[in-house]
């Protein structure tokens, strides 16, 4: 067995190991008979007082105290105790089912003289592992077991093994009932000072299998202590040494006298146990597997290292459900997520080191190590997920700083620039007064968690398969616009709102800890501050700047509600419900808006006092409508899609400029791409902006154009061009819509439309409206047959940019 041979574990499970056998004091040759071998699976109150014990057997234990088991609990786990093989291992093309279950350690020992039993959840592990007797009730066996004894003692060596799993009643219990009718049973025949003792703390072969998590993969839940014991032959005490339970395979095989089969990763500790050698130091390398039906194969969900005080993992498929907790990185991990733990300060692993550039080197290092490992260990290809790419080196051109700042959940009228007298958003006001304004844009979906992940990949909602807040996937990290800005040299800040898993997967340096949104800005900006004097003058920087605002909870702080106390609100024609309340909630939404501009006035304020304003870009857009006496999110009214949007960089280009061209936020990624010096990706479907804004020449687009789905339609697999029940257009002047299904249960559609009628509609009904006329859309025209050539159009231009941009075959009237 090689000693440089690398060893699995799974995301930390830490293994105790004794090597008993029973007598005499002192150290002596082995006996040329081999010793009896005794297995004892869930011995975790046997190992709890050893060492030190009164116990005879305990105080003459070796135990390892950071033992590892090479993956989670359950069926597999007991089939690598078995057979010292991986489950890939086990499965590999060129090994038959066959040749696994001949060198399961009972057929060996078995086929070198060994008498076999097997009582209680170890049996049928490996496949039919091929013991002579035993049982499943490890409360029964007593009486069998000392037959068992009596009948094979002084002919052949014994090879006992004792498991208890989480389906015993009463384990512990009939564990130690089973071990002491063992021992009772080995005296009298005068065996137990020729008998090998190992006993493993965990529930190793849990049946069921447990369900695998994020908290029962961490170190602390997957403890499994495994010891050895050998008297007279092993002194007592403590080792700290990492070793694995796949090294019990080879150990109980070298005392027995037997050579161990081909392409085991685990090393004999027979050296250490006889004092001649300590374990070697090395690198523990684990899987981590998602239960499967019966007949299939269970699912890899990561590749771990553990590698001293370090812990690494690599998830190559999703753990966890898609959640609210887990689209703000808690409790989920996504497939190309990524972990790195000190296990000295961080024990519980609390705190992911992966995306800390002092780290990267370290996260690379350990990431091909466990690529390498996977396939020198005769694994099937594996099919490496995207990872966010290391910090890049700082940029040798000047690029500016990015700020994006979206708002959440606002009327695109409540905005001091846009002419609304009644609003405080002076901060907002300067950089639309000092920038370049595009009153008329549309972000393609009028919903906060499509908007936003359509910033963040440059695609359509049907092309990144995210177009509703509880779809039950997370957006892909490849190529979105924090990463490729961090590859570029950006260090990246993540504040507010966010729906995408682990913010550092998408690209993002900081916060190091997944918290909450709402708190941003809202309590402080403490970190984003912080963060800012780290790297201020250093690189340049890029913020998403995102508060829960104007959002729910409409919680606004007395100083921000006052203003408008005696705000005068004029009625909108044909609101429903009470008229006071319609400017109450008018009001408190002023006060929401003026609390989000006083946040950004202090982040510019923070940037001049680091001197890095005047070398900052800001872009301002909103993810959605929401307006009260309309229906706004989450239709395809106005109020909904439309947004204006904001660039300021005065050191850059020329403000003061309004600019009527029609404009999508998928321009956004684009733009902010093109400053910092960074190729956009294929599959980026929006327009740069940049001559535009430095003042050249740029043909614009001739109408907008978008998709509507219904809220949580797709429970798992994304259809979007079943979950789609509208499509619009919007020129300069005209507004189009195909509507694809039945609207008319608000509970289905989740539509916002306080103070306002809900827009009932059926499959194949069509709006126009004349925006210059209409702008709030309340004259449909499409029964106006004068229009009938104008809505063709409209309609296949609808078509036409569906299909083109990946669309799926849709069911049109």
């Known amino acids: 067995?090689?000693?440089?041979?690398?060893?699995?574990?799974?995301?930390?499970?830490?293994?105790?190991?004794?090597?008993?056998?029973?007598?005499?004091?002192?150290?002596?040759?082995?006996?040329?008979?081999?010793?009896?071998?005794?297995?004892?699976?869930?011995?975790?109150?046997?190992?709890?007082?050893?060492?030190?014990?009164?116990?005879?057997?305990?105080?003459?234990?070796?135990?390892?105290?950071?033992?590892?088991?090479?993956?989670?609990?359950?069926?597999?786990?007991?089939?690598?105790?078995?057979?010292?093989?991986?489950?890939?291992?086990?499965?590999?093309?060129?090994?038959?089912?066959?040749?696994?279950?001949?060198?399961?350690?009972?057929?060996?020992?078995?086929?070198?003289?060994?008498?076999?039993?097997?009582?209680?959840?170890?049996?049928?592990?490996?496949?039919?592992?091929?013991?002579?007797?035993?049982?499943?009730?490890?409360?029964?066996?007593?009486?069998?077991?000392?037959?068992?004894?009596?009948?094979?003692?002084?002919?052949?060596?014994?090879?006992?093994?004792?498991?208890?799993?989480?389906?015993?009643?009463?384990?512990?219990v009939a564990l130690e009932q089973a071990r002491t009718a063992l021992v009772s049973a080995l005296e009298q025949r005068g065996l137990a000072a020729n008998t090998l003792v190992a006993v493993v703390g965990g529930e190793v072969g849990a049946d069921p299998q447990p369900e695998l998590t994020l908290e029962n993969s961490r170190e602390r839940n997957l403890a499994c202590p495994l010891g050895f014991a050998l008297a007279g032959r092993v002194a007592p005490g403590t080792r700290t040494e990492p070793v694995t339970v796949l090294d019990l395979y080879p150990t109980l095989l070298d005392y027995a006298g037997l050579q161990v089969p081909s392409n085991r990763e685990g090393h004999s500790l027979r050296a250490t146990l006889e004092g001649q050698a300590p374990p070697a130091p090395r690198r523990i390398f684990g899987t981590l597997y998602r239960r499967a039906p019966s007949d299939e194969a269970d699912e890899l969900v990561a590749l771990t290292v553990r590698d001293g005080r370090w812990k690494y993992a690599l998830f190559c498929g999703d753990l966890g459900e898609v959640s609210i907790d887990s689209r703000v990185g808690l409790g989920f991990r996504q497939r190309g997520d990524q972990s790195l733990f000190d296990l000295d300060t961080d024990p519980l692993e609390a705190n992911s080191l992966f995306a800390c550039p002092e780290?990267?080197?370290?996260?690379?290092?350990?990431?091909?190590?466990?690529?390498?490992?996977?396939?020198?260990?005769?694994?099937?290809?594996?099919?490496?997920?995207?990872?966010?790419?290391?910090?890049?080196?700082?940029?040798?051109?000047?690029?500016?700083?990015?700020?994006?700042?979206?708002?959440?959940?606002?009327?695109?009228?409540?905005?001091?620039?846009?002419?609304?007298?009644?609003?405080?958003?002076?901060?907002?006001?300067?950089?639309?007064?000092?920038?370049?304004?595009?009153?008329?844009?549309?972000?393609?979906?009028?919903?906060?968690?499509?908007?936003?992940?359509?910033?963040?990949?440059?695609?359509?909602?049907?092309q990144n398969e995210v177009y509703d807040n509880l779809a039950a996937h997370l957006l892909s990290p490849r190529d979105s616009l924090p990463n490729l800005l961090k590859a570029a040299g950006y260090a990246t800040y993540k504040g507010g709102k966010w729906w995408e898993g682990d913010p550092r997967t998408m690209g993002f340096l900081e916060p190091a800890k997944a918290v909450t949104a709402t708190g941003f800005v809202r309590n402080n900006q403490t970190e984003l501050f912080a963060f800012l004097d780290r790297y201020a003058r250093e690189r340049p920087f890029f913020v998403w700047w995102a508060p829960v605002l104007p959002h729910l909870p409409l919680d606004p702080p007395k100083r921000f509600q006052r203003p408008f106390r005696d705000t005068e609100v004029p009625l909108p024609p044909g609101i429903i419900g009470d008229p006071q309340a319609f400017r109450a909630a008018e009001r408190t939404a002023f006060a929401m808006e003026a609390w989000f501009d006083d946040g950004l006035a202090a982040l510019l304020h923070k940037l001049e006092s680091i001197g890095e304003l005047e070398e900052t870009l800001f872009v301002f857009l909103i993810d959605n409508g929401l307006a009260n006496g309309f229906p706004s999110k989450g239709t395809a009214f106005e109020k909904g899609l439309r947004t204006p949007v904001v660039f300021c960089w005065p050191k850059g280009f020329a403000g003061g400029r309004t600019d009527e061209r029609l404009v999508s936020s998928l321009d956004i990624p684009a733009t902010l791409l093109d400053f910092a010096g960074v190729r956009a990706p294929d599959g980026y479907q929006g327009i740069s902006l940049r001559p535009t804004l430095e003042g050249r020449e740029q043909n614009g687009r001739a109408a907008l154009y978008g998709a509507l789905y219904r809220y949580d339609e797709h429970a798992e697999r994304s259809r979007p061009e079943t979950d789609i029940f509208a499509l619009y257009a919007r020129d300069a002047r005209w507004k189009f819509v195909l509507y694809l299904k039945d609207v008319r249960d608000p509970t289905q559609f989740d539509f916002e439309h306080a103070y306002a009628p809900f827009p009932e509609r059926r499959r194949g009904e069509r709006d126009l409206f004349d925006l210059t006329a209409d702008p709030y859309e309340r004259n449909d025209l499409s029964a106006d047959p004068d229009q009938a050539a104008r809505m063709a159009a409209l309609q296949e231009g609808c078509r036409t940019w569906w299909k083109t941009n990946g669309g799926g075959n849709l069911e049109l009237r």
């Open 359 to 462: 780290h990267d080197a370290r996260v690379s290092e350990l990431r091909a190590a466990a690529c390498a490992w996977w396939s020198a260990s005769h694994a099937a290809p594996l099919d490496l997920p995207y990872t966010s790419p290391p910090l890049g080196a700082a940029p040798r051109e000047p690029r500016p700083n990015i700020v994006l700042v979206v708002s959440d959940d606002q009327d695109y009228e409540h905005l001091g620039f846009l002419g609304n007298p009644r609003v405080h958003t002076p901060t907002l006001d300067t950089l639309a007064r000092e920038g370049v304004l595009f009153p008329v844009a549309h972000v393609p979906m009028s919903r906060c968690r499509p908007s936003l992940a359509a910033l963040l990949s440059g695609r359509w909602p049907h």
């Open 1 to 172: 067995m090689s000693r440089s041979a690398a060893v699995v574990r799974p995301t930390g499970v830490r293994s105790v190991i004794f090597l008993v056998l029973a007598s005499a004091a002192g150290c002596a040759r082995p006996p040329a008979q081999p010793p009896n071998i005794v297995v004892i699976v869930g011995g975790a109150e046997i190992l709890a007082g050893a060492p030190g014990s009164a116990d005879d057997w305990a105080r003459s234990a070796l135990l390892f105290s950071d033992g590892v088991l090479p993956l989670a609990p359950g069926r597999p786990a007991l089939d690598a105790l078995l057979t010292g093989l991986y489950p890939h291992q086990a499965r590999e093309p060129s090994r038959s089912a066959e040749e696994t279950r001949a060198e399961a350690l009972p057929q060996l020992l078995r086929a070198h003289g060994y008498a076999t039993f097997a009582c209680g959840s170890a049996q049928g592990g490996a496949r039919d592992p091929g013991f002579e007797r035993g049982g499943a009730d490890l409360a029964a066996c007593a009486s069998e077991l000392t037959n068992f004894v009596a009948e094979s003692a002084g002919r052949r060596p014994l090879l006992v093994w004792l498991a208890s799993g989480a389906e015993d009643a009463n384990g512990p």
